[in-house]
């Protein structure tokens, strides 16, 4: 049985669906206005691992992500300038195109880490009339108010309100900004008007004529400071950033599903208040299991750019790592303990992983039937509440012990199935294509075993997931092409 720590009731509890075998799972994605590093990628990779324990316990899973492309203001207390709109300010771009570069730019870090891609990659911008309606349901019993800047959730009207965190620490002042306006402290936007003309740095049309108007949107104009603007019951504006959440996993997996998870520092306010927001519109359990990933360290401190520490899995590869490397390193610290990221450790995480990588190309590559033993162990260990650095000392254990090379082998690639180590190409020789000068270059490691993988959903006829593969390889700089010989790669 699965057991799962859930931050709702404070302790693990035994994982019972609401409706066996579907389970429905919603993730908190990024806020697309600048590269994602690898502390943010530590909550992607508990997400993962989950999505991978909870198939291999042959749960049909529905898995949802948002991504967070308006609406994520640089206060906690709903003030001051949407985070994208400032990148866009500052590196002279609309929004639109700077969430699509950030948008890009993530999901080539997550295909890189070996992530499962989600069933639905839902953006806020592609889903604003479903939170307009969520806001008109929510005014509609009585739980809004509306002061100069926006609409705004009354957590007065709501007697349960907290229960995720305390009250004690959704407060004002430190992150948060006092808005005298507001009823009570912790009330929080749903709908922000946009700034009238004359107020901003996009007074002018020109400033802000970009890619072609997305479908229902008000590109921002001489009348708006904003790039990203939608009309609504309560005028122009745009919505917040908690309200996405809410309407996207409800509209994807009913209005109470069972998983949700994100980083610690979601609990107190942007996961309080969705469950607000969603409970006091449905009047029903939003959520059953809510799953947090604890903070990374880097060298012991915190990240920040202060300190150059916030690390991008480009800095990784530009000092000679590859991107399983980090997984692995991910692997070996439990997802609700604080992980401390130094660069002796994930040098130590390279070489263990070589040393398996190694043992299995040397191991019979013949049939082996996988030890029941050892796959019972390293079962117990992920249903544990995903004990990563258990089950890694049981596949040391597998490896130390005195059974078949073929069996071990066959074990271990059984195991990887949820470590997402990519140990099925151990021993192969790189392949290569061809670039577009026509010279010969190695297909990377990443880029092989997700063409491995489709391959194998195609024997299958999983053609859908064999198209996700398909854009996934794009996404990474190749095109697969199909031919009665199977298939081949061109690079882009």
Same mark, same amino acid.
């Given at each position: 049985?699965?057991? %799962?720590?859930?931050?709702?009731?404070?302790?693990?509890?035994?994982?019972?669906?609401?409706?066996?075998? #579907?389970?429905?799972?919603?993730?908190?994605?990024?806020?697309?206005?600048?590269?994602?590093?690898?502390?943010?990628?530590?909550?992607?990779?508990?997400?993962?691992?989950?999505?991978?324990?909870?198939?291999?316990?042959?749960?049909?899973?529905?898995?949802?992500?948002?991504?967070?492309?308006?609406?994520?203001? &640089? /206060?906690?207390?709903?003030?001051?300038?949407? *985070? %994208?709109?400032?990148? !866009? *300010?500052?590196?002279?771009?609309?929004?639109?195109? =700077?969430?699509?570069?950030?948008?890009?730019?993530?999901?080539?870090?997550?295909?890189?880490?070996?992530?499962?891609?989600?069933?639905?990659? !839902?953006?806020?911008?592609?889903?604003?009339?479903?939170? +307009?309606?969520? =806001?008109?349901?929510?005014?509609?019993?009585?739980?809004?108010?509306? =002061?100069?800047?926006?609409?705004?959730?009354?957590?007065?009207?709501?007697?349960?309100?907290?229960?995720?965190?305390?009250?004690?620490? +959704?407060?004002?002042?430190?992150?948060?900004?006092?808005?005298?306006?507001?009823?009570?402290?912790?009330? @929080?936007?749903?709908?922000? @008007? /946009?700034?009238?003309?004359?107020?901003?740095?996009?007074?002018?049309?020109?400033?802000?004529?970009?890619?072609?108007?997305?479908?229902?949107?008000?590109?921002?104009?001489?009348?708006?400071?904003?790039?990203?603007?939608?009309?609504?019951?309560?005028?122009?504006?745009?919505?917040?950033?908690?309200?996405?959440?809410?309407?996207?996993?409800?509209?994807?997996?009913?209005?109470?599903?069972? +998983? #949700?998870?994100?980083?610690?520092?979601?609990?107190? +306010?942007?996961?309080?208040?969705?469950?607000?927001?969603?409970?006091?519109?449905?009047?029903?359990?939003?959520?059953?299991?809510?799953?947090?990933? !604890?903070?990374?360290?880097?060298?012991?401190?915190?990240?920040?750019?202060?300190?150059?520490?916030?690390?991008?899995?480009?800095?990784?590869?530009?000092?000679?790592?590859?991107?399983?490397?980090?997984?692995?390193?991910?692997?070996?610290?439990?997802?609700?303990?604080?992980?401390? @990221?130094?660069?002796? /450790?994930?040098?130590?995480?390279?070489?263990?992983?070589?040393?398996?990588?190694?043992?299995?190309?040397?191991?019979?590559?013949?049939?082996?039937? &996988?030890?029941?033993?050892?796959?019972?162990?390293?079962?117990?260990?992920?249903?544990?509440?995903?004990?990563?650095?258990?089950?890694?000392?049981?596949?040391?254990?597998?490896?130390?012990?005195?059974?078949?090379?073929?069996?071990?082998? !066959?074990?271990?690639?059984?195991?990887?199935? $949820?470590?997402?180590?990519?140990?099925?190409?151990?021993?192969?020789?790189?392949?290569? $294509?061809?670039?577009?000068?026509?010279?010969?270059?190695?297909?990377?490691?990443?880029?092989? /075993?997700?063409?491995?993988?489709?391959?194998?959903?195609?024997?299958?006829?999983?053609?859908?997931?064999?198209?996700?593969?398909?854009?996934?390889?794009?996404?990474?700089?190749?095109?697969?092409?199909?031919?009665?010989?199977?298939?081949?790669?061109?690079?882009?």
């Amino acid at each position: 049985m699965l057991r %799962l720590y859930n931050s709702l009731s404070r302790q693990i509890e035994e994982f019972q669906p609401i409706q066996p075998p #579907h389970v429905g799972m919603y993730t908190c994605g990024p806020t697309v206005y600048q590269y994602a590093h690898i502390g943010n990628f530590r909550a992607y990779m508990t997400a993962d691992i989950l999505v991978r324990v909870l198939k291999h316990n042959n749960y049909d899973l529905k898995f949802v992500m948002n991504i967070t492309d308006v609406g994520h203001l &640089v /206060s906690d207390a709903d003030s001051g300038e949407d *985070k %994208l709109e400032k990148s !866009a *300010k500052k590196e002279g771009k609309t929004a639109w195109d =700077i969430a699509e570069l950030y948008t890009d730019a993530f999901l080539k870090d997550y295909d890189a880490l070996g992530l499962t891609r989600p069933d639905v990659l !839902a953006k806020a911008t592609d889903h604003v009339q479903e939170q +307009i309606d969520l =806001i008109k349901r929510l005014e509609a019993k009585g739980f809004t108010y509306i =002061i100069s800047d926006g609409v705004y959730f009354d957590t007065s009207k709501l007697a349960d309100y907290g229960k995720l965190s305390t009250l004690d620490q +959704i407060k004002e002042g430190a992150r948060v900004e006092i808005n005298e306006e507001k009823r009570n402290p912790r009330d @929080f936007a749903l709908w922000k @008007f /946009s700034e009238p003309k004359g107020t901003g740095p996009f007074d002018s049309a020109q400033a802000v004529r970009g890619s072609e108007e997305p479908p229902g949107s008000r590109r921002g104009d001489a009348v708006s400071r904003r790039h990203m603007e939608w009309e609504s019951p309560w005028g122009v504006g745009f919505p917040g950033w908690h309200i996405e959440c809410s309407a996207m996993s409800m509209k994807y997996l009913g209005e109470t599903f069972d +998983i #949700h998870t994100g980083g610690v520092d979601h609990i107190s +306010i942007h996961h309080t208040n969705e469950i607000a927001q969603s409970e006091a519109a449905t009047g029903k359990k939003f959520v059953d299991y809510w799953v947090h990933t !604890a903070f990374m360290l880097v060298q012991g401190q915190k990240m920040s750019k202060s300190l150059g520490n916030t690390y991008k899995l480009s800095d990784l590869v530009g000092n000679g790592y590859l991107p399983v490397h980090l997984r692995y390193l991910y692997l070996q610290t439990h997802y609700r303990q604080e992980m401390n @990221f130094t660069w002796e /450790s994930l040098e130590a995480a390279k070489t263990a992983l070589e040393r398996l990588t190694n043992s299995v190309a040397m191991w019979d590559k013949g049939e082996g039937e &996988v030890s029941k033993k050892f796959e019972e162990k390293f079962l117990m260990a992920l249903n544990d509440d995903l004990n990563t650095p258990r089950a890694l000392a049981v596949v040391w254990e597998l490896m130390k012990s005195d059974i078949k090379p073929g069996q071990k082998r !066959a074990t271990l690639l059984k195991m990887d199935e $949820v470590l997402g180590l990519g140990l099925q190409r151990a021993g192969k020789k790189p392949d290569f $294509v061809k670039t577009t000068t026509g010279k010969q270059e190695a297909i990377p490691e990443v880029v092989q /075993s997700l063409l491995d993988e489709r391959t194998r959903v195609r024997a299958q006829q999983d053609f859908q997931r064999s198209d996700e593969l398909r854009e996934q390889i794009r996404g990474l700089g190749y095109d697969v092409q199909d031919s009665p010989s199977g298939p081949s790669l061109k690079k882009l």
